[in-house]
C-alpha cells in the first residue's frame, strides 16, 4: 500500500483544503442518510405510530416534545423532516460528487503530464533499454489503472467515514447489537484476508499480460508489410487467440474472486440477521419498533463492510500498477539528462564557432559489458566544414554521432563543443542548434505544414517553401491535391521514401541550424535529387558545421574530412583521394568493394 500512499499524498498536496472539504461533506452526507434512516422509526413511535406491536416505542430524549404535539402535526412534523433531511443530504451528495471529479480530473491531468515529462527528460540510453510498447503500455493503460485505484481509495476512504458514522449512530441506538456485528466483521475479515491478496497475484498477472498484448500489436502492425508478404496472417491470428484465452481465463479468475467474496459476504450477513431476530424475539423478548430497529442496524452495517471488502480487493489488484508507476519516474529521475525549460524562459540554440570534439572517449551500453562499443576515440569536427563518418555496419558510427549530439554521455572522456562539455546547462541549447535527419525518416500523422512547423512554430510561409526548395521537395509537394496541408498518414506512409527523405530534411533545415547531422540522408534519392542535395549542402556547409554518415562513398567527394572507424576506433582520417590512394587502408578496402557490387 506504499505506493498507493504515495500517489495520495500527491493528490493531497495538489488538493489541499478541497480534499478536506470533500471529506467533512462525505461525514455529513452520512450523517445526514444515517438519520434519516436510524431515526424515522423512533421519531414515528414518538409521534403515536407503533409499527408491529404493543410497545410503547424507543424513546429519544432530545425529540420528547414531539409526544406531546397532537398526531397529524406530529407526522407531519416527522414526515417533513425526513424529507428536508433526505433532501439535505442528496444535495451534499452531488456538490461532494461533482468536486470529486474536478480533484481526481485534475490530478490525472497532472500526473500525465508528470510521468511524460520525466521521459522526455530522460537520457537516450534510457529509451534503448525499453520497449516502446512497454512505455505506451505505462503511460495508457497502467497509469489510467493508477487513477482509477486513486479513485477506489477517495471511495474505500469515503465508505469507511460512513462506516464509522453508521456504526457511532448504531452505537447510539443499540450499543450491544452493534458490538455483536463487529465482532462479526472482524471475524469474517480476517478470514477474507486470502481474497485480497488473490486480488494483488491477479493484479500482477493482468498488468503482465496487458504489457504482452501491448507488445505483440504494436510489433505486427509496425511489420505488417512483413506479415503480408511472407504469409503469417494465420500465425498471427493464433497467437491471438491463445493470448485471448489467457485474458478470458484471467478475468474469469478475477469475476469469481469478487463473486466469493460477496457471496460470503451476503450469506453471512443474511445467516446473521435471521440469528440475531430469532434470539431477540425468542429469548430476550424484544418487540415492535426495537426489534424492527435491530433489523436496521443490520441491514445498514452489513452492507458497509462487504462495500469496504470488496474495494480492499479492487485497490489490490492495482497496487502492482502503483508500483510500476513509481519504479518508471524513479528511473526517469535517474537518467535525467536536462531539467525542463524554467518557468517559460526560452532556451536559445547556441552557434558553433570552432568546433566539436571527442577527446579520450569510451563508452559502451551497459556497465557489464566486457565490449567498448567506442575506445579512445580523439576526433576534431572544425566548424562549418563537412566531416563524413564511414566504416563497417557495427563500427560504431552511430554511437559516435549520438554522443557527438549530445544524446549520450561517454563513460570516458568528453563531448567538446568550442572547448566546453557538451552537458548540464549547457546540453538543452547544444540540442537545440541541431538538425537532425535519420537513415530511418519519421514523419508524424499530421500534415506536411504541421511537420514542419513543429521545428519552427513561428515560420512563415516562405521560409516553409525555402526549406522545401533546399531539399528538393518543392516541385512534388505542389503537385499534391492540398500542398502543404496533405495528411502524410502513419509515418508519413502515403509518400514514398524518398519523398519522406527529403520532407525530413526540409524539417531539419527549416530551423537554420549551426549542426546538420545526416545519416545517410540520401540513401532513397534517385541520382538526379542526390546531386542537387550535394550541391545544396556544398553551398551551406559555409555557414553550417555538417556531420554524414555516409554508407555511399561516393555521396562524399566533397567532404572536407572522412574519419574511418572499425571496432570502436578511429582507425583512418584525411581527405576522400588521401585515403582512397592508401592501399590496404579501411577505406580503400571499402571503396573497392563498393565498386566491385556496382
Not at 520497449?131 to 489503472?145: K, P, W
Request: glycine share 8%; net charge positive; aromatic share 8%.
Amino acid at each position: 500500500m506504499q505506493a498507493i500512499i504515495y500517489y495520495v499524498r500527491q493528490l493531497q498536496r495538489l488538493s489541499g483544503m478541497k480534499l478536506y472539504l470533500n471529506l467533512f461533506g462525505m461525514v455529513i452526507s452520512g450523517l445526514l442518510e444515517s438519520s434519516a434512516i436510524l431515526l424515522l422509526v423512533p421519531m414515528l413511535g414518538m409521534a403515536g405510530i407503533q409499527l408491529g406491536g404493543a410497545a410503547a416505542g424507543y424513546h429519544l430524549p432530545m425529540l420528547g416534545f414531539i409526544s406531546e404535539l397532537p398526531q397529524s402535526t406530529a407526522l407531519l412534523l416527522v414526515l417533513g423532516s425526513y424529507v428536508l433531511i433526505v433532501l439535505c443530504q442528496n444535495l451534499i451528495a452531488r456538490f461532494v460528487a461533482i468536486r470529486n471529479v474536478e480533484i481526481q480530473q485534475t490530478y490525472g491531468r497532472q500526473l500525465r503530464v508528470e510521468v511524460y515529462s520525466a521521459l522526455l527528460r530522460a537520457q537516450w540510453s534510457f529509451f534503448l533499454r525499453k520497449r516502446t510498447s512497454d512505455l505506451i503500455n505505462m503511460m495508457t493503460t497502467e497509469l489510467a489503472r493508477v487513477l482509477a485505484g486513486i479513485s477506489g481509495f477517495l471511495q474505500f476512504l469515503t465508505s469507511l467515514l460512513f462506516t464509522l458514522v453508521q456504526i457511532a449512530f448504531a452505537f447510539w441506538l443499540s450499543p450491544k447489537m452493534t458490538l455483536a456485528v463487529l465482532v462479526c466483521a472482524a471475524l469474517l475479515s480476517i478470514f477474507s484476508r486470502r481474497f485480497i491478496r488473490k486480488a494483488k497475484r491477479l493484479g500482477s498477472r493482468s498488468t503482465e499480460l496487458g504489457k504482452t498484448y501491448l507488445g505483440g500489436i504494436t510489433d505486427q502492425l509496425n511489420g505488417i508489410k512483413d506479415i503480408k508478404s511472407n504469409n503469417l496472417e494465420q500465425s498471427r491470428l493464433e497467437w491471438l487467440h491463445a493470448f485471448t484465452g489467457e485474458v478470458k481465463q484471467e478475468q474469469l479468475d478475477y469475476t469469481r474472486l469478487r463473486s466469493n467474496s460477496q457471496l460470503l459476504y451476503k450469506l453471512s450477513s443474511t445467516l446473521l440477521i435471521a440469528v440475531f431476530i430469532f434470539v431477540s424475539f425468542r429469548f430476550m423478548q424484544v418487540e415492535g419498533p426495537n426489534l424492527l430497529l435491530v433489523i436496521l442496524v443490520f441491514t445498514r452495517l452489513w452492507p458497509t463492510f462487504s462495500t469496504l471488502q470488496s474495494l480492499l480487493e479492487q485497490l489490490a489488484s492495482v497496487v502492482p500498477s502503483f508500483k510500476q508507476l513509481q519504479s518508471l519516474q524513479e528511473e526517469c529521475l535517474a537518467a535525467v539528462e536536462h531539467e525542463a525549460d524554467q518557468a517559460g524562459e526560452r532556451v536559445l540554440p547556441m552557434t558553433l564557432e570552432q568546433g566539436l570534439e571527442a577527446r579520450n572517449v569510451d563508452f559502451r551500453y551497459h556497465a557489464d559489458e566486457p565490449q567498448y562499443s567506442l575506445q579512445n576515440v580523439n576526433v576534431r569536427i572544425p566548424a562549418r566544414q563537412m566531416t563524413a563518418i564511414v566504416g563497417r555496419s557495427g563500427a560504431g558510427k552511430s554511437t559516435l554521432v549520438d554522443l557527438l549530439m549530445g544524446l549520450m554521455q561517454p563513460e570516458n572522456g568528453e563531448i567538446l563543443a568550442d572547448g566546453q562539455p557538451v552537458r548540464g546547462e549547457r546540453l538543452l541549447s547544444y540540442r537545440r542548434s541541431i538538425g537532425y535527419v535519420a537513415q530511418d525518416p519519421f514523419l508524424y500523422n499530421a500534415t506536411i505544414r504541421d511537420n514542419l512547423m513543429m521545428i519552427k512554430p513561428d515560420a512563415k510561409e516562405a521560409e516553409l517553401w525555402e526549406a522545401l526548395e533546399f531539399a528538393s521537395s518543392a516541385d512534388f509537394v505542389r503537385k499534391l491535391p492540398d500542398g502543404l496541408d496533405t495528411l502524410l498518414g502513419d509515418r508519413g506512409v502515403r509518400l514514398s521514401g524518398g519523398e519522406r527523405q527529403r520532407l525530413v530534411l526540409a524539417r531539419a533545415i527549416i530551423r537554420k541550424p549551426s549542426i546538420l547531422v545526416l545519416d545517410e540522408a540520401t540513401s532513397a534519392l534517385d541520382t538526379e535529387n542526390e546531386q542537387r542535395i550535394q550541391e545544396a549542402l556544398e553551398r551551406i556547409k559555409a555557414s553550417v558545421t555538417v556531420i554524414v554518415i555516409a554508407h555511399r562513398l561516393s555521396t562524399i567527394r566533397g567532404a572536407d574530412q572522412i574519419l574511418v572507424i572499425d571496432q570502436g576506433r578511429v582507425i583512418q582520417q584525411g581527405v576522400y583521394s588521401g585515403l582512397a590512394s592508401e592501399k590496404g587502408g579501411m577505406f580503400s578496402r571499402l571503396l573497392k568493394g563498393q565498386e566491385e557490387a556496382g
